[in-house]
């Protein structure tokens, strides 16, 4: 099972990223996939999440507006579009999959630095 996020980097307040995560070793399509993040010294929190069968989504307030998140089941890729970047936003973000039997899988992680 491998989760591989990349698209993180340098960026300057009110820039864009846009990250991926590639998953392979297990049924992408019955997993609901999400994003957290993770700032030196704080929690690891949710980011925005998407469900397997509905596509629905949801995101925590801070991002709310500004971060879309997306899959491609025929590329086993979820996505988090990043716009008007913050410096708050500097952290490392986290994919995630998590199936009805609460099996989760992790990545690495990607470095999201916001800064001029």
């Known amino acids: 099972v491998q989760l591989v996020e990349s698209g993180g980097g340098l960026v300057q307040p009110g820039g864009s990223l846009r990250l991926s995560c590639a998953a392979s070793?297990?049924?992408?399509?019955?997993?609901?996939m999400s994003w957290y993040r993770q700032a030196p010294g704080k929690e690891r929190e949710l980011v925005a999440h998407?469900?397997?069968?509905?596509?629905?989504?949801n995101y925590a307030g801070s991002v709310k507006g500004r971060f879309t998140i997306s899959r491609d089941n025929g590329k086993n890729t979820v996505y988090l579009q990043m716009n008007s970047l913050k410096p708050e936003d500097t952290a490392v973000y986290y994919c995630?999959?998590?199936?009805?039997?609460?099996?989760?899988?992790w990545g690495q992680g990607t470095q999201v630095t916001v800064s001029s």
């Open positions: 995630n999959a998590k199936n009805d039997f609460s099996i989760n899988y």
């Open positions: 070793g297990f049924s992408f399509n019955s997993y609901d």
């Open positions: 998407i469900s397997r069968s509905t596509g629905l989504t």
